[in-house]
């Protein structure tokens, strides 16, 4: 998103190395720490001590670059545009914008552009997804209590 380094879609060989990585790190995730041992193709070595968190972290990525998907890593205090914003909601920027001036989302103006933390939109995407189980499961009982489910 904003400011980030170039993004290139994975290889065949890097597909193939992620699943392998990511089937070997999945027998640890239920760890608080992981130590890894590194080999670099240039002879260097190192070991390196990661908290279980990260590994989880890592164990995402590596699924997405095993479906062939670039990825890319945001801060969590980022700020971001409202397009990306709207991308991330899966909404329209105007209804996005309409959002933000409803004081759903905060946000701030650079100037004429309206900016938005991700973890605001995040939160607000967290927020709506609980509304809308709750209202799936509330329909899901009156249907089970009508007889027409």
Do not use: C, W
Not at 4 to 18: F, L, M, R, W
């Amino acid at each position: 998103m904003a400011a980030q380094k170039i993004v290139h879609p994975p290889t065949a060989t890097d597909v193939e190395q992620a699943k392998v990585s990511s089937r070997t790190l999945s027998k640890y995730t239920d760890v608080d720490r992981v130590q890894l041992s590194l080999r670099g193709s240039n002879g260097e070595s190192d070991e390196l001590v990661l908290p279980g968190h990260v590994l989880q972290i890592l164990l995402d990525v590596l699924a997405e670059v095993s479906q062939g998907n670039a990825i890319s890593l945001i801060p969590y205090h980022q700020e971001i545009s409202t397009q990306e914003a709207a991308n991330l909601l899966n909404v329209s920027r105007p209804f996005l914008v309409r959002l933000l001036e409803a004081g759903d989302i905060p946000f701030r103006k650079v100037g004429a552009h309206r900016r938005v933390k991700l973890q605001d939109v995040l939160s607000y995407k967290e927020q709506v997804d609980r509304q809308r189980h709750a209202t799936l499961d509330e329909l899901a009982e009156l249907s089970q209590n009508e007889g027409m489910g």
